[in-house]
C-alpha cells in the first residue's frame, strides 16, 4: 500500500503506511532482517522525494548496514542502496561526499561486472 501512495504522491500516507510496516517487521522478524532493510530504503526514498535528506539517509545507511551483514559488499541491493545513499548527499549539494559513493571500491570493481552481466 505504501508503494501505491508512493506512485500517486501522496508521500504523507506512503510514509505512514512504511512506518507501520517497519513497527511490524521489526516486531516479527528483528530490526536485522533483510525485510526491514528493504522498508526502510522504501521510507528513505519517501523521505527523499519529500526533501528530508537527513531521514532518508538515515534510513539508507541503516538498510545499507543490514543489507551488508546479509549479502557482503558486492550486492546489487547493496549497490543500489550506496547510490541512494550519494544521491540524497548531491541533493544536500555535498558533491564531495556523493563522489565518494561514486568512486567506492564497490563501483570499482563490481560495477564493470555488473555491466557486463546486464549487458549479456
Not at 14 to 40: M, N, S, W
Amino acid at each position: 500500500l505504501g508503494n501505491v501512495h508512493s506512485d500517486q504522491g501522496d508521500y504523507v500516507k506512503a510514509r505512514d503506511c512504511y512506518e507501520r510496516a517497519l513497527q511490524i517487521q521489526q516486531k516479527h522478524f528483528g530490526p536485522d532482517h533483510i525485510q526491514v532493510a528493504t522498508t526502510l530504503t522504501s521510507l528513505g526514498n519517501v523521505h527523499s522525494d519529500q526533501g528530508d535528506y537527513v531521514k532518508a539517509r538515515d534510513c539508507y545507511e541503516r538498510a545499507l548496514q543490514i543489507q551488508q551483514k546479509h549479502f557482503g559488499p558486492d550486492h546489487i541491493q547493496v549497490a543500489t542502496t550506496l547510490t541512494s545513499l550519494g544521491n540524497v548527499h548531491s541533493d544536500q549539494g555535498d558533491d564531495e561526499r556523493s563522489l565518494a559513493f561514486s568512486s567506492s571500491p564497490w563501483s570499482e570493481c563490481t560495477l564493470p561486472r555488473l555491466v557486463k552481466v546486464v549487458a549479456t
